[in-house]
């Protein structure tokens, strides 16, 4: 098993591999991204092309890409090995693989691949639905590449269908797809004569269903409740298949609704996803981060639709991610412009785009003035769009954008008449204002990162001593520092033990760390998974700079704090002494000398 790992690690570029989830860039000899497994604004997610590792320096997730994939896809080990050889060009034979009991997740999932294939044919069977998609003007290569399908109308068609199967309906419940009857005799089908539209998982599988109506029964979309597969909150629709045109153009299109994605992508606008009938979440944005450099949100131009555009566009702001909205004709959604008008007129409004700033302020001002010119406005109302204006533009985290909006504000206020530029500079001194106050508002709480450190560290040592030992750890991997530090490893008390096994480790080598021109083969050596990751971290490392004088002081500091901690153990160890007994272990010495040298005088 050792030999087949070693053997997909070595034909997997991590990079690239890597490059399908997060975007990276080049950093000296490594690359950096933002880390996939916590939320960051500043990347400290490093990936080594020569050590084929990455390593994060914030939440300390690390290791190869197995490691990766079974991470970042919730995969078992077995999983992650057949997607790896598949990607390396390797024939697997299934015995070769580690063999595992279907573990729920998997039980699920098969789950769902089976309800897929069964709504699936029941579409074809289905004239009334097919009629209804070829209405809705979807192509049969857009209901393949989207898999939807048809659950016919009935109580118990699924359920029995996967009965025969030998499914449990406990699972099948839990799955989403079947109800409990309310008096507890058994299970129904959760979706009746409504189109199904498969939602997949960032790999491709089926996780849940969204299903529309065929008849005038309520609500006119449902959804599969939340599962342990399914989470609305990180579930992006038609994800899988946007992924890679995402990546190509560095941009994502998001809109609402099943039918508004499958027009966009059907007329070649690839690089679109949806959300699930709720506002995009921080989660969206941070999945969204790593790849994207800008969103266009094309919403419904209704009032909700505004709303629901102003709302994402602030979570993506809040994330850091430019995000530009997209106007549509009164009236319009992207499916019905797409059918009335086609791919070019989408185009068009897409290049007409408005940065979110410009969009939330043009919007107040054409709530407030409701049609008329704002500058003919009474005073008393421009002076509520001015208010509406500076709240909006407090809450945008580009300066520039706030500029953009005051200047939009100006014409609005009494003093511009007399002076433009003063009614601006009072415009910026008032947002001065509020921010400051906003500032000395309490904090808000800062969420630790979603993972604990994948290397545990002792609490009572200060933070400076687990520092130093690292630092000396790395400093025998430079040549200009490892002469100094080298000899030094087997006097250092370390307070992390796994420091202490890498000072050991290390010292075996066969030559001294520095001397390893390939890292990858220095990393061979050690044998278990917490000290490459801690070595390879520590390779990969490049502030601050490695110096014979850095590592100096910070043996120094070691050595400091070790001969603090022995004048308390000592001090500690007489304290504890009974005082009483101290007393009378000084008299029994005395008493024992005076007797001693009292029989010697007398004897002498
Ligand atoms: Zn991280």
Redesign the pocket.
């Known amino acids: 098993m050792r030999d087949l790992r070693e053997a997909i690690r070595e034909r997997i570029d991590l990079v690239e591999l890597v490059s399908d989830y997060v975007r990276l860039e080049r950093a000296g000899r490594n690359f950096k991204g933002l ?1 996939p ?2 939320t ?1 604004k500043t990347p ?2 490093h990936v080594s092309p020569a050590l084929n590792r990455f390593h ?1 320096f ?2 300390g ?1 690390s290791g190869d890409a197995f490691a990766f994939l079974m991470r970042i896809e919730g995969l078992s080990f077995r999983e992650a090995m057949r997607r790896l050889a598949e990607r390396a060009g390797l024939e697997l034979h299934e015995e070769t693989l580690p063999q595992e009991a279907p573990n729920t997740l998997e039980r699920l999932r098969r789950l769902m691949y089976a309800a897929n294939f069964f709504y699936r044919q029941c579409l074809r069977r289905a004239p009334h639905a097919q009629h209804y998609l070829a209405q809705r003007g979807l192509t049969p290569e857009t209901i393949q590449a989207f898999e939807l399908g048809y659950a016919p109308d009935g109580w118990n068609h699924l359920l029995r269908f996967l009965q025969r199967h030998n499914f449990t309906l406990e699972d099948a419940e839990q799955a989403g797809l079947l109800k409990a009857r309310d008096d507890g005799s058994g299970y129904y089908d959760r979706f009746r004569n409504r189109i199904t539209f498969p939602i997949h998982d960032a790999s491709g599988r089926v996780v849940a269903f969204g299903a529309r109506t065929l008849s005038d029964e309520e609500p006119k979309y449902l959804n599969s409740p939340e599962t342990p597969l399914f989470e609305k909150r990180t579930t992006l629709y038609g994800w899988h298949l946007a992924r890679g045109a995402i990546l190509r153009q560095k941009a994502t299109l998001i809109v609402e609704g099943y039918l508004d994605l499958i027009m966009l992508h059907q007329h070649g606008f690839t690089h679109s996803v949806a959300t699930l009938g709720t506002a995009l979440t921080e989660d969206h944005a941070t999945r969204l981060k790593r790849l994207v450099e800008r969103v266009y949100l094309m919403f419904d131009s209704d009032t909700a639709g505004v709303r629901a555009a102003l709302r994402a566009g602030e979570v993506l702001a809040q994330a850091g991610i430019p995000a530009l909205v997209v106007r549509l004709p009164e009236g319009d959604d992207p499916d019905s412009l797409l059918r009335a008008q086609g791919a070019a007129a989408l185009q068009r409004a897409l290049e007409h785009a408005v940065p979110l700033a410009q969009f939330g302020i043009e919007q107040i001002v054409r709530e407030q003035a409701g049609g008329r010119n704002p500058l003919e406005l009474e005073p008393a109302l421009k002076a509520q769009i001015v208010e509406r204006g500076l709240d909006w533009a407090q809450g945008l985290p580009s300066e520039l954008d706030q500029l953009a909006c005051l200047e939009r504000l100006a014409p609005l206020t009494p003093a511009y008449l007399t002076s433009p530029q003063a009614a601006l500079q009072t415009l910026q001194r008032e947002l001065q204002r509020r921010l400051r106050s906003r500032r000395r508002a309490p904090a808000p709480i800062v969420p630790l ?1 979603a ?1 604990t450190p994948a290397l545990p560290e002792p609490s009572g040592v200060p933070k400076a001593v687990l520092q130093a030992e690292r630092e000396v750890l790395r400093a025998t991997l430079h040549p200009e520092s490892a002469a100094r530090v080298f000899d030094q490893l087997p006097e250092i008390e370390w307070q992390v033990p796994l420091h202490a096994q890498l000072a050991t480790a290390l010292l075996a080598l066969p030559k001294p760390p520095y001397h390893y021109e390939d890292p990858a083969e220095l990393l061979r050596y050690l044998a278990d998974e917490p000290l490459q990751a801690i070595l390879s971290a520590l390779m990969m490392q490049e502030t601050p700079p490695m110096s014979p004088a850095w590592a100096e002081g910070c043996l120094q500091r070691l050595h400091e704090y070790a001969l603090r901690r022995k004048r308390a153990q000592l001090a500690a160890q007489i304290d504890s002494q009974n005082a009483e007994k101290l007393q009378e272990y000084w008299r029994v010495r005395v008493e024992s000398i005076e007797r001693t040298e009292g029989s010697r005088w007398s004897s002498g």
């Open positions: 880390c497994f916590h960051e400290s997610f994060c914030g939440c997730a990162p993972e």
